[in-house]
């Protein structure tokens, strides 16, 4: 009997959160030990902070007039809160309401501290999980009520990513600087990680893709390597976008769950009750 595999393909620190959790929930379903999957890490994209001299001082005297900060992922709220080594509202004289795409992020505000203030920094989050992306980001900002000439917004964000935001809102009027707080680096093709992708049995196995940054180079790493196809195995990805990028590079079986971990666990687990062992 082949064993069934589960590749988490996020970086390293955000994958090993995802495994235990997996592992924890997987635990107390009662799966038998033979039944057990095997799971892998496979960081497909490493985040690199930026930390040039100037970047916290820029990014300092830029907040003191805006209007609005957006995050586009926890790695950018890390990153940042890292280099300016200063709490949220410390940093103007008014305080800055804050636009994030899902709940990962606002879990990472809250970590440090923001939104739980005694007079609580606004945090702008789409109210339902299946639209925890730019486009209902926008449509959460909507409910400020503002006339958005001349307002200034600042994204945080990766090097590189979607820029359809920050078009909307310069679109709207605002005066939209994207501030590049990190850098996403591919895994190497000699890293020692592919190494237990060549033993993985790809009509058993499932892939947990989360970037369609990493499912673009994904592809090309599996197509320079690998004589197996994707064809054989399934994916599941927590975004119609991501979704549409698996199919792309050959995955024979997509699956779109909700966002976030819960939501990737649960999905996990029907498609470990639906493949034969």
């Not at 009662?30 to 001082?57: C, D, Q, R, Y």
């Not at 007079?119 to 980001?137: C, F, K, R, V, Y």
């Not at 909507?142 to 078009?167: M, N, P, Q, S, Y």
Request: with cysteine.
């Amino acid at each position: 009997m082949s064993t069934k595999t589960i590749v988490i393909t996020r970086p390293r620190g955000q994958a090993q959160q995802l495994i235990e959790a997996l592992n924890a929930s997987l635990l107390a379903s009662g799966i038998s030990k033979e039944n057990f999957p095997k799971i892998i890490s496979l960081p497909l994209l490493t985040i690199v902070p930026k930390n040039e001299k100037h970047l916290a001082t820029d990014i300092a005297n830029t907040l003191k007039d805006a209007d609005l900060a957006i995050f586009v992922s926890p790695n950018a709220i890390e990153c940042v809160m890292r280099l300016l080594k200063k709490s949220w509202q410390d940093l103007s004289e008014k305080t800055i309401p804050i636009g994030v795409m899902g709940g990962s992020s606002q879990q990472a505000l809250l970590h440090h501290g923001i939104g739980m203030e005694p007079a609580p920094t606004t945090i702008l989050i789409p109210q339902h999980n299946d639209q925890w992306d730019s486009e209902g980001l926008w449509a959460q900002l909507h409910t400020l009520g503002w006339d958005w000439t001349g307002r200034k917004v600042i994204i945080f964000k990766g090097e590189g990513g979607r820029d359809w935001l920050a078009d909307t809102l310069s679109k709207a009027g605002a005066t939209v600087e994207p501030i590049s707080v990190y850098s996403r680096m591919p895994l190497d093709l000699d890293s020692p990680a592919w190494e237990a992708i060549h033993e993985v049995d790809f009509p058993q196995s499932l892939w947990l893709l989360t970037s369609s940054e990493a499912v673009r180079y994904l592809g090309k790493a599996i197509a320079d390597q690998f004589p197996q196809t994707l064809k054989a195995a399934s994916a599941i990805c927590p975004h119609h976008q991501i979704a549409d990028a698996a199919e792309r590079i050959g995955f024979g079986e997509v699956f779109t769950s909700e966002p976030g971990d819960a939501a990737l666990i649960e999905a996990t687990k029907v498609w470990l009750d639906s493949v034969a062992g």
